[in-house]
């Protein structure tokens, strides 16, 4: 398995060396408008992977024209052919799963035991909306004696879609098949840390179908290619994935052009786990649910809060499996944990390890550092433990696999801690008294909990944060939402009064 990963990535590379990587507009794949590219290298060993397409408003500006072209088209698409290039694009995923993971893994660092599953999420994400473009438009009947009233959904228009490093082909699928579901069209700008598989998912996309214009992909950073498009006039949405400074920033610049925004960004979620609960599945899912993904991943519970009475013998299974964590090449199949996204990045996690010890005087239980004859982005799986919730380590997001562990007495106690940062995405809490339980979702501030259970996605529930982790959800019905516009018609049943002005 190893040797195949690595014979697709040198066939694959070889290409992307000479190509480059494009702009897809208009169906036609461009460089961008000024000629300039940038470098893009991978973490595993910090070689050149591809030149990338310098995009900027001059091109954000050619493909917001070339996706508001396209809309009127592709929204009054009967639903059937749309449902039908919807199941195309997932079965062009299926058959090119293996070179996707591949590629994703070599350009983010994530561990291929965790894209070939992610490509193939990536597939179920446009079937799954496929089925629903039939329900896209339906809305509700609000009848009166008088007037009959009901509503319509209807595409809101051309959106931008603005994704993150971390798994950038499956979050991506997040955001676009409900947007081409719902009748809109889009314009992604993806990461510039892992920019490679997005223009070959849009390539395959056309390869199923797609009409032109219907799904742009423009490069570039977020400064430039990013702010463009979401103060782009023709862009009427931006669905966003990332870090919650930037959510903040996207809000300030749509706001002369009253864009509506999606915002999924950071967390810091707590698992937290009861004396009375399955000790065994806690903890399994406490270390997936951090360790798995690098820790790059925004639902990753990054604070263990573990009640006092258990915390000793819970603290030393964790030990040992987290010494035990496979860190190593992403592209072999038995890696666990592959370097974090760039050398920044990871110098950001080591510095955590710093803080942990010298300004936080929490205890280093494991890792810290970089693992040696690594040359890549690598750092070491890292465990702290007798953390307070203030302490900066059990107050930031450090996205990378770095985890706190807070002890606790009380279920008061625990919601306290749980709820002490600012953020609020998930929370995982494990327990086997389900009034506890119950008791303990509804008071911890997130969007999702999950009860005796890792993150498990069901695609038509809500997915989304509050307070600093996000405004609005998708998922199912909520991405039809937002992505379209509820217009209500009213119609009179007879000759109703109506008031006489100047009569
Ligand atoms: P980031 O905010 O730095 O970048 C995300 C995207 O925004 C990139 O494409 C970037 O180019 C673009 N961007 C940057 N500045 C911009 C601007 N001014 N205008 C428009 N676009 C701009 O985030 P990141 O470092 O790529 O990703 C990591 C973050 O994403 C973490 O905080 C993580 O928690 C978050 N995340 C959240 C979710 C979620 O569902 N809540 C999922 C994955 C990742």
């Not at 009861?274 to 604070?303: P, Q, V």
């Not at 953390?387 to 380590?393: C, E, H, L, N």
């Not at 998708?474 to 000759?495: H, P, Q, R």
């Amino acid at each position: 398995m190893y040797k195949k990963n690595q014979k697709i990535l040198k066939a694959a590379l070889s290409k992307l060396k000479t190509e480059g990587v494009q702009n897809l507009i208009n169906g036609e794949s461009v460089a961008a408008q000024s000629g300039e590219t940038f470098k893009n290298t991978s973490p595993v060993d910090n070689k050149f992977i591809a030149d990338i397409a310098k995009s900027d408003a001059a091109d954000m500006n050619i493909a917001a024209k070339a996706s508001a072209a396209a809309f009127n088209a592709w929204r009054d698409l009967p639903y059937k052919e749309k449902r039908d290039i919807l199941y195309a694009i997932a079965a062009e995923i299926e058959a090119n799963a293996d070179l996707i993971a591949v590629l994703e893994s070599y350009d983010t660092g994530q561990p291929i035991r965790f894209m070939k599953k992610a490509a193939i999420r990536g597939a179920a994400n446009f079937r799954y909306f496929a089925d629903k473009v039939i329900d896209a438009r339906n809305g509700l009947s609000t009848p009166d004696t008088k007037h009959l009233n009901f509503t319509v959904r209807q595409a809101i228009g051309p959106v931008g879609v603005i994704t993150p490093w971390n798994t950038p082909f499956m979050l991506s699928t997040w955001k676009i098949a409900p947007a081409l579901a719902s009748g809109c069209t889009v314009v992604h700008k993806p990461a510039e840390l892992s920019p490679v598989t997005a223009t070959l998912l849009c390539q395959l996309a056309h390869k199923a179908g797609l009409p032109k214009g219907v799904w742009n992909v423009v490069h570039g950073f977020g400064h430039t290619a990013g702010k463009a498009l979401t103060e782009h006039p023709a862009i009427k949405a931006i669905a966003f994935i990332g870090e919650t400074s930037t959510g903040s920033m996207i809000m300030q610049q749509g706001a002369p052009t009253l864009k509506r925004v999606h915002l999924e960004l950071g967390g810091q979620n707590p698992s937290i786990v009861f004396a009375d609960a399955d000790l065994d599945r806690a903890l399994d899912s406490t270390i997936f649910m951090k360790y798995s993904l690098n820790g790059e991943r925004c639902t990753s519970n990054s604070r263990l809060l573990i009640e006092k009475s258990v915390y000793k013998p819970f603290v030393e299974k964790l030990i040992a499996r987290v010494k035990n964590l496979k860190v190593g090449d992403p592209l072999d199949p038995a890696t666990e944990i592959g370097p974090m996204i760039g050398k920044t990045h990871q110098e950001k996690v080591l510095s955590y390890g710093k803080i942990g010890v010298k300004e936080d005087g929490a205890t280093l239980l494991v890792g810290s550092g970089k693992p040696k004859g690594l040359k890549g982005c690598y750092v070491n799986p890292t465990l702290f433990g007798d953390a307070t919730k203030d302490m900066r380590i059990s107050q930031e997001e450090v996205f990378g696999p770095f985890l706190t562990v807070i002890p606790f007495e009380t279920e008061e106690e625990a919601v306290e801690i749980a709820n002490s940062v600012n953020y609020g995405l998930t929370a995982y809490i494990w327990t086997k008294d389900s009034a506890k339980g119950h008791r303990m979702a509804l008071n911890v501030e997130s969007g999702m909990v999950w009860i005796n259970s890792q993150n498990v996605r069901h695609l038509p529930a809500p997915f989304g944060g509050v307070k600093n982790s996000g405004i609005g959800r998708d998922g199912g019905e909520y991405s039809f939402e937002f992505y379209m516009e509820t217009k209500n018609i009213s119609v009179a049943l007879g000759d109703h009064p109506i008031p006489k002005l100047g009569a």
